[in-house]
T-cell receptor, first 109, second 119 residues
């Protein structure tokens, strides 16, 4: 079956760096998405990786290794507003999104 | 874990016809479901919030007469795109809220999406 795994919850300190991992097993691969979702709001697109390597966008970076079925989202210089759920989703060969359950990131002062 | 399904996964229709998309929570009862629209590599745009047994709450700019939402049971919400036009072609995603969570711990489970192409 298809499966996306990411940690349920993580805690980090303001100003620090945190890495949220995502592993996947899907039928085919047409890219991996990371979204940020604050409670009560729609998910916000963060990144899209389809080739191996690191994509950097400001304080956020996303890495993909297709051979390992692995991605991570790296958040630097954490701010309190980064407290949110981070969703990993893979688009399979049928262009369907397979979603992880999300990682709740708690930032402490 | 909780699973949300959508049917159909993809649909092609002629301009002027209506299309119904189903969203089901498979192993929990969802009093609240959400309908989103996604454009390629973009954020999900919330269209409406569907509450079981009551009228849906539509976001500003979303035509309620065009996008009909029915949440007749605790496990099923439907989105009907009426008189579809080519500009309605998009990826529609639903999600269901885990009723046991709220605030920072609120959890939404997302469906795999329905790709609509209107010719």
């Amino acid at each position: 079956g298809q499966n996306i795994d990411q940690p349920t919850e993580m805690t980090a300190t303001e100003g620090a760096i945190v890495q949220i991992n995502c592993t996947y097993q899907t039928s085919g691969f047409n890219g991996l998405f990371w979204y940020q979702q604050h409670a009560g709001e729609a998910p916000t697109f963060l990144s899209y990786n389809v080739l191996d390597g690191l994509e950097e966008k400001g304080r956020f970076s996303s890495f993909l290794s297709r051979s390992k079925g692995y991605s991570y989202l790296l958040l630097k210089e954490l701010q309190m507003k980064d407290s949110a759920s981070y969703l990993c989703a893979v688009m399979d060969s049928n262009y369907q999104l397979i979603w992880g359950a999300g990682t709740k990131l708690i930032i402490k002062p | 874990g909780a699973v949300v399904s959508q049917h159909p996964s993809r649909v092609i229709c002629k301009s002027g016809t209506s299309v119904k998309i189903e969203c089901r929570s498979l192993d929990f009862q969802a009093t609240t479901m959400f309908w989103y629209r996604q454009f390629p590599k973009k954020s999900l745009m919330l269209m409406a919030t569907s509450n079981e047994g009551s009228k849906a709450t539509y976001e500003q700019g979303v035509e309620k007469d065009k996008f009909l939402i029915n949440h007749a049971s605790l496990t099923l919400s439907t989105l009907t795109v009426t008189s579809a036009h080519p500009e309605d072609s998009s990826f529609y995603i639903c999600s269901a809220r885990d009723p046991g969570t709220s605030g920072m711990l609120e959890t939404q489970y997302f469906g795999p999406g329905t790709r609509l192409l209107v010719l």
